[in-house]
């Protein structure tokens, strides 16, 4: 079965600083898809990146930036010079390709709190 | 820019009625989705939906739970005796091909009393 993990439950940083999120991921599947999803205090989960499993190019959109490793299975995400705007629940998931489903499977999420 | 509705924001219902949550996904797509998260913790899926019918579902989707769409537009999720353990944001999503992106709603918060 797949799973993923965010070990980083809360993270605390002051505007401006770089921060990283940490995601590490199990499945057999050979194929599968990454997602990381944003969840501001309003509470809708928004879209941000999605990779698949040949892809291990880093990607950078902005201040985001996205570093696959599939020697490690993580999938880590940083935000650059980092603003109160940024402050939410940060969800990493999985979709593997077997059952069908397309199902996700989310991490338990980062909370993350940029002050000033 | 095309989004995913869902509507009641909130509901609020007494143990044991019935619920039926309702979601407008994204026009052109084909795969629909429901998924939940119990207050504080992480999105758990539920069910996905295609051609008109379940292709997977979660051991939490039991007979309690069901699934439609009933036109061209809306895709609902009925919850028929609903428990105080389905208190919970329910979320809609929808993607246009198998492998897409889940775009989701804003979520429906179900309190049961």
């Known amino acids: 079965a797949q799973k993923v993990t965010q070990a980083q439950t809360e993270i605390s940083v002051v505007e401006k600083e770089d921060v990283t999120l940490d995601c590490v991921y199990e499945t057999r599947d050979t194929t599968y898809y990454l997602f990381w999803y944003k969840q501001p205090p309003s509470g809708e989960l928004v879209f941000l990146i999605r990779?698949?499993?040949?892809?291990?190019q880093n990607e950078i959109s902005g201040r985001y930036s996205w570093n696959f490793q599939k020697s490690t299975s993580s999938f880590n995400f940083t935000i650059t010079a980092s603003q109160v705007v940024d402050s939410a629940v940060y969800f990493c998931a999985l979709r593997i390709l077997t059952g069908g489903g397309n199902k996700l499977t989310f991490g338990t999420g980062t909370q993350l709190k940029v002050e000033l | 820019e095309p989004e995913v509705t869902q509507t009641p924001s909130h509901q609020v219902t007494q143990m044991g009625q019935e619920v039926i949550l309702r979601c407008v996904p994204i026009s052109n797509h084909l795969y629909f989705y429901w998924y939940r998260q119990i207050l504080g913790q992480k999105v758990e899926f539920l069910v996905s939906?295609?051609?008109?019918?379940?292709?997977?579902k979660s051991e939490i989707f039991d007979d309690q739970f069901s699934v439609e769409r009933p036109d061209g537009s809306n895709f609902t999720l009925k919850i028929r005796s609903t428990k105080l353990e389905d208190s919970a944001m329910y979320f809609c999503?929808?993607?246009?091909?198998?492998?897409?992106?889940?775009?989701f709603g804003p979520g429906t918060r179900l309190t049961v009393l």
């Open positions: 990779r698949n499993s040949f892809d291990e």
């Open positions: 939906f295609y051609n008109n019918e379940i292709s997977e």
């Open positions: 999503a929808s993607s246009s091909g198998g492998l897409s992106e889940q775009f």
